[in-house]
């Protein structure tokens, strides 16, 4: 059971990103995947969800308006579309089930930059 993360790298502010996380190993449609970010210096903190029972997206405020979470079941996949990226968005973006939470991949490094 793990998950990979993909699809970060550096932009300029305003810019996008799309991520990916790809599940394996466990029923996909069972969980809810969420994102979460670690930057320099920070703890980590949950920035986007979407409720696999009901379609529910959760959002962070300091995302809201920017981020869209989204996912394929047939693909196993979860996705973040980032828009509008600021300098205090860079940081390692990691996905993780929402409950019986898997240890924590590698993650993918955003950074926002001029």
């Known amino acids: 059971e793990h998950v990979v993360e993909s699809g970060g790298g550096l932009v300029q502010p305003g810019g996008s990103l799309r991520l990916s996380c790809a599940a394996s190993g466990f029923t996909f449609d069972h969980y809810t995947v969420g994102w979460f970010r670690q930057a320099p210096g920070k703890e980590r903190e949950g920035v986007s969800c979407l409720d696999n029972s009901n379609g529910n997206t959760y959002y962070a405020d300091s995302v809201k308006g920017r981020f869209t979470v989204s996912r394929d079941n047939a693909k196993s996949t979860v996705y973040l579309q980032m828009n509008s990226l600021k300098p205090d968005d860079s940081a390692v973006y990691y996905c993780?089930?929402?409950?019986?939470?898997?240890?924590w991949g590698q993650g993918t490094q955003v950074t926002v930059s001029s």
């Open positions: 993780n089930r929402a409950t019986i939470p898997l240890p």
